[in-house]
């Protein structure tokens, strides 16, 4: 296994790759949230290759989150060739794998959007055959439907290449259990987010602080991870309404140092 990151959205200077190396990071996860940063990803993939080649700190996973796929009963066209675009800058930048989702359109049927998944995820895994990447569905639900076993069963059961971005504090937050989950399709997992969370009070959430400071049981994740013959990369995914700046800096330190402890292989 490695430990990497999220990178800061739409930063790639040499500068801020090569303090990621320096503190300990083996990889970058770059991530997309809208059309506009997908595309200016796309336009900057030269220069990401160059400033990941000069820093040596490579580009393990590049994804996109909220979608908006399906529309009117179809596939956007112009966004799946955008998404296209995207999984082709992954490979131009040697990612190993490629993240992405599905929304649910409300004016068709529950079938016809497992129809319409299928049909998209298919196409992109077609697009990626023979170069080395993997694509996943993210566990995320911002925009994205295909979160969970229930519809994992569906789409993964038709798409036996088409693999799964883990992330346990999307399903802890959903109250969902991740250990069973995890344990469930742990051999369908090509992709792995590092991300505290912790639910007390009133309002249930209250911040995703470092992993190791959280609610989850990381020694279990682990340990299913072991069983299930995971051995690919983990990314911290720094996302707190409290850990930021200089607090921030040393919340990514503190998960580096915590989850090294579970890594030996």
Not at 232 to 238: A, F, Q, R, Y
């Amino acid at each position: 296994m490695r430990l990497g990151r999220i990178n800061t959205f739409g930063n790639h200077e040499l500068e801020t790759y090569t303090k990621m190396k320096e503190s300990g990071m083996e990889f970058v996860e770059i991530c997309c949230n809208f059309d506009h940063d997908s595309q200016n990803v796309i336009d900057q993939k030269e220069n990401i290759k160059k400033v990941s080649e000069q820093s040596g700190l490579d580009i393990s996973c590049l994804g996109r989150w909220n979608h908006e796929i399906l529309s009117g009963g179809k596939i956007d066209g112009e966004k799946l060739e955008l998404y296209k675009n995207l999984l082709d800058t992954a490979i131009f930048l040697g990612a190993k794998t490629f993240v992405c989702g599905c929304n649910f359109d409300e004016s068709i049927s529950l079938y016809k959007n497992y129809t319409k998944a299928i049909e998209f995820f298919g196409a992109l895994c077609d697009h990626a055959k023979g170069k080395n990447i993997k694509v996943a569905i993210q566990n995320c639900n911002w925009n994205n439907y295909y979160v969970a076993p229930e519809q994992w069963k569906v789409v993964l059961g038709e798409i036996p290449e088409l693999c799964i971005k883990f992330d346990a504090s999307h399903s802890y937050n959903r109250h969902a259990n991740y250990l069973d989950e995890l344990a469930d399709w742990g051999d369908r997992i090509a992709h792995v987010h590092i991300k505290g969370t912790t639910h007390a009070g009133k309002t249930g959430s209250v911040d995703d602080p470092p992993a190791g400071m959280d609610d989850l049981s990381w020694g279990s994740i682990f340990a299913i991870l072991y069983a299930r013959g995971y051995d690919g990369d983990l990314s911290i995914e720094p996302h707190s309404k409290t850990w930021h700046g200089p607090l921030g800096d040393a919340g990514v330190a503190f998960t580096r140092d915590f989850i090294r402890r579970f890594m030996l292989s």
